[in-house]
Nanobody, 123 residues
């Protein structure tokens, strides 16, 4: 499956952005989808994940209550609504996919990755 992420940009602290990720797979609904982020100082880290049907989600503790992951299987897309952004949210954000029924936060378990979109939050 090929993934294309977009929606990043420059925003002030407290602002919002909505990331989108479009997938090429006809079987998009068979993939668990995740969002990860990376900075030059850190390894790639988990942000959020959503089950195939969208019924269940999982979040990194520091984004709970601020970020919301969702998906639209009819549009082969997954989204990350980010509110209350903080400077420490600055990173390149990647969407990822794995064919599984289970949510997972380990990047190594996602075989498919998009190209990343840069989010910069100014203080």
């Amino acid at each position: 499956v090929q993934l294309q992420a977009c929606g990043g940009g420059l925003v002030q602290a407290g602002g919002s952005l909505r990331l989108s990720c479009a997938a090429s797979a006809r079987t998009f609904s068979t993939y668990v989808m995740g969002w990860f982020r990376q900075t030059p100082e850190k390894e790639r880290e988990f942000v959020a994940a959503i089950t195939r049907s969208g019924e269940s989600t999982m979040y990194k503790d520091s984004v709970k209550g601020r970020f919301t992951i969702s998906r639209d299987n009819a549009k082969n897309s997954v989204y990350l609504q980010m509110n209350g952004l903080k400077p420490e949210d600055t990173a390149i954000y990647y969407c990822a996919a794995r064919q599984s029924a289970a949510l997972n936060s380990y990047p190594s378990l996602y075989p498919y990755w998009g190209q990343g979109t840069l989010v910069t939050v100014s203080s």
